[in-house]
């Protein structure tokens, strides 16, 4: 696409157009031609006044848009404000909080809140079927601590972290493939369970696997399991966990400079964010990473309730400040 935005403000200009929004989101959503969302249906008519189409088989939401079905559907805002902010967060290192996302789109900072926690959603790489590493590969499996301070909460949720089992802080596992790809996820614990299975669950019998002296480690039989005893040294030769030490750098920077703070009980979909950014970065201009959360996000699915959930939706006030 000549014409197609490269850069940030290029992306405003351009889907400031409503038509514009609407053929790009079109052409990656439905590449063969559109198709009713709900019972797959080709010839459907366009209403171009409304810029939606008809089914004519007689089903709820016969009438769709290209919002339909898709992580946007049921948002009020309209493209030309969703599709700027997908870019942004797509490309941005230390991610974007609410408080900015409200200011500079002049909505609500409840709203900029729910639009970033869609698209997070999206990022999440459901795509599980590959794992990393092999024969020959260095993976570097590695584990930290998020979270704040237990004496700075008040009753309720120190209560409720104290489930966490670690004193109000989080843990987050996560395993990486020299110049490739991470995984990472929110574990309950750093007990051996949790921990190997994260690792055996992503990453290929075989493949050397190095990590720090914790105990957790001590099994993991299938692999070439080397050891570095942070006590002593941090880099022996390639035993070391430099690149894990990286990643974590650059989801704590965004954590805590942007995000302010996080409840456990959303940790993962900030971890999910920096983790489509980590494994986008490489060969990828960021118009193609835009691209590529675009036709993620209309191929999923979030709906409001979901989201918040009862819970989260009483902590609102003390997540985002
Ligand atoms: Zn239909």
């Not at 970065?281 to 990828?284: A, E, Q, S």
């Given at each position: 696409m000549g014409s197609f935005p490269k850069t940030f403000i290029q992306s405003v200009q351009y889907f400031r157009d409503v038509d514009n929004c609407l053929k790009f989101l079109v052409e990656r959503r439905w590449k063969d031609g559109v198709t009713?969302?709900?019972?797959?249906?080709?010839?459907v008519a366009f209403m171009a006044t409304r810029r939606m189409w008809q089914c004519k088989?007689?089903?709820?939401?016969s009438q769709f848009s290209v919002?339909?079905?898709?992580?946007?559907?049921?948002?009020?805002?309209g493209l030309d404000k969703w599709l700027p902010i997908i870019w942004l967060l797509s490309g941005c290192k230390n991610g974007i909080s609410s408080c900015e996302v409200a200011r500079n789109l002049g909505v609500t900072q409840k709203t900029a809140w729910f639009m970033l926690h869609r698209i997070r959603y999206a990022m999440q790489?459901?795509?599980?079927g590959g794992k990393i590493g092999g024969p020959g590969c260095e993976i570097e499996a590695d584990e930290t601590y998020i979270g704040g301070k237990a004496?700075?909460?008040?009753q309720g949720k120190r209560d409720k972290n104290r489930q966490l089992d670690n004193f109000g802080k989080a843990i987050v596992s996560a395993v990486l493939e020299r110049h490739g790809e991470v995984r990472a996820k929110v574990v309950p614990n750093r007990r051996k369970k949790a921990i190997q299975e994260h690792v055996r669950e992503h990453v290929e019998a075989g493949s050397t696997v190095y990590s720090d002296e914790l105990k957790s480690y001590d099994g993991l039989d299938e692999y070439t399991h080397q050891v570095i005893n942070h006590a002593e040294t941090y880099v022996n030769g390639q035993i070391h966990t430099n690149g894990m030490e990286n990643f974590w750098a650059l989801l704590k920077r965004g954590l805590k400079g942007t995000y302010v703070s996080v409840e456990p009980f959303h940790l993962f979909r900030y971890v999910d964010e920096q983790v489509f950014r980590y494994n986008n970065?490489?060969?990828?201009t960021d118009a193609e990473r835009f691209e590529l959360l675009c036709t993620k996000i209309t191929g999923k699915r979030l709906m409001y309730d979901e989201l918040i959930a009862k819970e989260a939706k009483k902590q609102f006030a003390v997540d985002v400040f």
């Open positions: 009713c969302p709900t019972c797959g249906r080709k010839d088989t007689k089903h709820p939401k919002k339909t079905g898709t992580i946007l559907e049921d948002s009020p805002l790489d459901e795509e599980k004496r700075n909460m008040h970065r490489k060969d990828m």
